[in-house]
């Protein structure tokens, strides 16, 4: 049986949809192709989905121009492909009222029978490579850019140290223009290689979260944004220990770099006991 699932992005949404595309790969015992919107569907973004061993075609609809709505709109490609038994529309059809993952999981199971469960306890990325291991990589958006810089910046100073090994305890991966010179200039595999080779990923409620989620990382994730403390983004939930929101005195999100850094250390700390 031929599946095609389309998305229309953004970046970390159709990552939180992956393991959906996962179980109708296990429930049909074929690859599944994916057809996305030309705004989220760069070579190295293309490249690192196509990599997975439940995914096969990664193509672009070149006629689907999308609105960057809260739900992107249209949902659904202007023209579809001849050829597939089941065509699946992944893109979400109003405000989500579950976790991402388990909403869009929710959406293809009205659309066609799902026989596997979603799982989010096995990674579903898998790098192309590996680095040699380093304790933290951190990916920040542009947006907050000011307030991002100042962290990523602070967590230099406190956790790269003078000696040979320094530059391995750290590796930046933001995305975004004003990033630009300012990190390790990463396209999407490098970065998930990157995060892939580190103890713990530090960054904002973003796609690379996703990535480091995706692959069984565990993660801090700083967020100024209030829109970013929904629960919708987090099924893993916000207290550990795959995923901690760094927060302050009160118990709500900081950006406060002395929470951030304590979170992180204890983070760090409970993976060496493990």
Known sequence: MKILCTHPGRHGDLLWALPTVRALAHTY?????????????????????????????????????????????PRVPPTLPDGYDHIVHLGYQDWPLKTLPLETYRIASEQLDIGWPI???????QPAYRFPPIRLSVGFTDEYFEV??????????????????????????????RWKGRSAETDWETAQAWISSSELFVGCCSALHVVACALGKPCVVVEPAEARHHPIFYPYGTSGPRVTVALGLTGQPTVDSRHVIAAIEARLQQGAAA
């Open 29 to 73: 015992t074929n690859q599944i192709d994916l057809l996305l919107s030309p705004a989220y569907s760069g070579v190295g973004f293309r490249r690192l989905l196509a990599a997975q061993d439940y995914i096969g075609d990664v193509s672009i609809a070149e006629d689907w121009q999308i609105r960057e709505s809260a739900p992107i709109t």
């Open 119 to 125: 799982d989010l306890d096995t990674p579903w990325l």
């Open 148 to 177: 991002k810089y100042g962290v990523y910046w602070l967590l230099r100073k406190h956790f790269i140290t003078a000696g040979k090994e320094g530059t391995r305890t750290l590796v930046n991966c933001s995305h975004g223009e």
